[in-house]
């Protein structure tokens, strides 16, 4: 898949707010029934909320793509500090990005430059995206990323395991269980059976929830002390 040469294309999801559609891949990069909808309840209130506002995050994103998920993280900060991380292996070009239309949805007067900034803004470099926001978008895929780091948080965000398999393997969970801190936590917006085997067969404790609407469940899974 990161050899091939992806062509997204802007549609509409149920909530009103864009996502890109790829056709090589039957796949969306969000949920076609809203994508807003979709990464404010898995990332958001699923995953950020099981953290005291009191206290610093870190956060490693698999699958930056269009930065929805970043751009509502950091518009959420209030935290003493806050670190996301964000892997990519395909960036998308502005000129497509500059379409979406998060910026215009989110109701905050910060969110157009903010999602331009954190666009243009250099790759595999950390900057401060707003004050005790930083941040660090990363040009490597999952496998071969190399870090000393651990996180609290992990947004799992890759296209869905009939469309990539490989970030969806056994070996996955292992290697995310390493990148994270005890009592740290994963969301995704899968729940498939074999998945959450793998990743209790990984070490982590797994629970199945509701889902954002549309979908009937998800998976939070959590390395425990
Ligand atoms: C479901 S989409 C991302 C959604 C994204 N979080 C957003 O809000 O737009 C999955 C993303 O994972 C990226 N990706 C694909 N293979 C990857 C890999 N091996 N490691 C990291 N990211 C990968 C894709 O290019 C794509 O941008």
């Given at each position: 898949m990161e050899k091939r040469e992806l062509k997204p294309e802007l549609v509409e999801s149920g909530d009103g707010s864009h996502t890109l559609k790829v056709e090589e891949l039957k796949?969306?990069?969000?949920?076609?029934?809203g994508a807003i909808?979709?990464?404010?309840?898995?990332?958001?209130?699923?995953?950020l909320r099981e953290f005291d506002a009191a206290s610093n995050v870190s956060i490693l994103e698999v699958g930056f793509g269009t930065g929805l998920n970043a751009l509502l993280t950091c518009l959420d900060q209030k935290r003493p500090n806050t670190?996301?991380?964000?892997?990519e292996t395909f960036p998308l070009k502005w000129e497509l990005l500059s379409q979406l239309n998060y910026p215009e949805l989110v109701d905050d007067s910060r969110a157009k430059l903010l999602f331009e900034e954190m666009h243009l803004a250099e790759w595999d470099a950390e900057f401060e995206?707003?004050?005790k926001f930083s941040m660090k978008k990363i040009h490597e895929s999952l496998q071969r990323f190399n870090t000393e780091m651990k996180y609290d948080l992990i947004?799992?965000?890759?296209?869905?395991?009939?469309?990539?398999?490989?970030?969806?393997?056994?070996?996955i969970w292992k290697k995310l269980f390493e990148l994270m801190k005890v009592d740290g936590v994963l969301v995704t917006y899968c729940a498939k059976?074999?998945?959450?085997?793998?990743?209790?067969a990984a070490g982590f404790t797994v629970e199945r929830l509701e889902g954002p609407p549309g979908k009937r469940e998800m998976l939070r899974a959590r390395k425990n002390g």
């Open positions: 796949e969306h990069y969000h949920s076609h029934k909808q979709e990464s404010r309840y898995v990332f958001l209130a699923k995953g670190n996301y991380h964000s892997l995206l707003i004050e947004y799992y965000d890759a296209f869905a395991p009939h469309a990539q398999p490989d970030l969806w393997e056994p070996l059976g074999q998945v959450r085997r793998d990743m209790q």
